[in-house]
């Protein structure tokens, strides 16, 4: 299942200089990101970043934020339906790893040290009473 946001952008003469007061550029942005139940909207207060495709093969991103969308609406209402919120500050999968692999070589460095320390010690001849 396809779902699609595109945006229609009159270009102004101080970001797009060649552009005429006639141009609209369209740009799509495919993915399932505002996913919601029916009858809720989706509400999102941090940036959320749509990478988005222009019709001549060139891609782009869009930085969104304070975002609020409803795509069905069962009543007349102007307001909008109970809100999904999204998902924020989701831990990304690196990070539990990085900490994996850290504690590890930490462990690691700890166990060498403690024979390389025995080893020297039985090497002198200590002897413990």
């Known amino acids: 299942m396809w779902h699609s946001v595109v945006a229609k952008i009159t270009p102004d003469k101080k970001n797009f200089p ?3 007061s006639s141009d609209v550029i369209v740009a799509d942005h495919r993915k399932d990101d505002f996913s919601t ?5 989706y509400r999102c207060k941090q940036n959320e970043y749509l990478d988005v495709e222009f019709p001549n093969n060139s891609t782009g991103r869009f930085i969104v934020s ?3 969308v409803q795509a069905f609406r069962d009543t007349e209402s102007a307001n909008f339906d109970t809100a999904k919120e999204c998902e924020a500050g989701e831990t990304p999968g690196v990070v539990p790893i990085a900490v994996g692999c850290s504690l590890a ?3 690691i460095i700890v166990l060498i040290g403690y024979l390389w320390g025995r080893r020297r010690s039985q090497a002198r001849g200590y ?3």
């Open 18 to 20: 060649n552009a005429s």
């Open 66 to 68: 304070n975002l609020q």
């Open 105 to 107: 070589a930490l462990i």
């Open 37 to 41: 139940p029916v009858t809720m909207s």
């Open 127 to 129: 002897l413990s009473m």
